[in-house]
Structure formats: structure tokens, C-alpha cells
């Protein structure tokens, strides 16, 4: 069992950045890969980024390529999204998630455990 828990989100202004962090317990993460997601309201959850948290290899969403990044703190078991030049659009909950194995997942369904999200809202 994985337990994952968020923090960081908040308000902000367009063109902020923010970085969110998921805390880890349990099972080690060493052959697992971690994924960020996002929900807006009356919207579907959608992929934002995801890393392999052994090899340190990522995978982005084109909505976030270049102003978002994932990266992980081995010895804090923790993960972190750092969110640069925010937008209004990147309004959502955004959560967690991670499953065993290598493969950057990119669909919802692939990953196991999920934390409960942090919201993040980017005023204009």
C-alpha cells in the first residue's frame, strides 16, 4: 500500500508559480511511477505529468510542456510539481497518483493510489 498526500496549492495570480508536493508512505517508490492530474470543475480529470521514480524520466501534457516540471526527493519520499507561469486555465484540483512500474503512465486508470488533491485557482 502507497499513501499519498498534497500540499501546496493556493491562490494566485497569473504569471505566479506555486509548487505542489505529494508526501509518500508506505511502499518504497523505487520501481514506481508518480503522475500529477487535474480536475476543473465540470471537467474530466486529465494528465498533467508524470516521472519514473527510479530513473528520473518524464512526461508532460502539451497544455504544460515547458512551464511545468516533476521531480522527486528520494530521501523525503516526496514528489513535486513546480508550476511556473501560471494561467487562469490551470484552475483545477490537482492530485497525486502513482502505480508500480516503469511505464510513464498518461491515463487515469493506470494508476492505483491517489492522494485527495489540493486546490490550486489562478486569478486573472
Known amino acids: 500500500q502507497v499513501q499519498l498526500v498534497e500540499s501546496g496549492g493556493g491562490l494566485v495570480q497569473a504569471g505566479d508559480s506555486l509548487r505542489l508536493s505529494c508526501a509518500a508512505s508506505?511502499?518504497?517508490?523505487?520501481?514506481?511511477?508518480m503522475g500529477w492530474f487535474r480536475q476543473a470543475p465540470g471537467k474530466e480529470r486529465e494528465f498533467v505529468a508524470a516521472?519514473?521514480?527510479?530513473?528520473?524520466?518524464?512526461y508532460y501534457a502539451d497544455s504544460v510542456k515547458g512551464r511545468f516540471a516533476i521531480s522527486r526527493d528520494n530521501a523525503k519520499s516526496t514528489g513535486y510539481l513546480q508550476m511556473n507561469s501560471l494561467k487562469p486555465e490551470d484552475t483545477a484540483v490537482y492530485y497525486c497518483?502513482?502505480?508500480?512500474?516503469?511505464?510513464?503512465?498518461?491515463?487515469?486508470?493506470?494508476?492505483?493510489?491517489w492522494g485527495q488533491g489540493t486546490q490550486v485557482t489562478v486569478s486573472s
Open positions: 497518483a502513482a502505480n508500480s512500474g516503469s511505464t510513464l503512465y498518461t491515463f487515469r486508470s493506470s494508476y492505483r493510489y
Open positions: 516521472l519514473n521514480w527510479n530513473s528520473g524520466s518524464t
Open positions: 508506505g511502499r518504497t517508490f523505487g520501481s514506481y511511477t
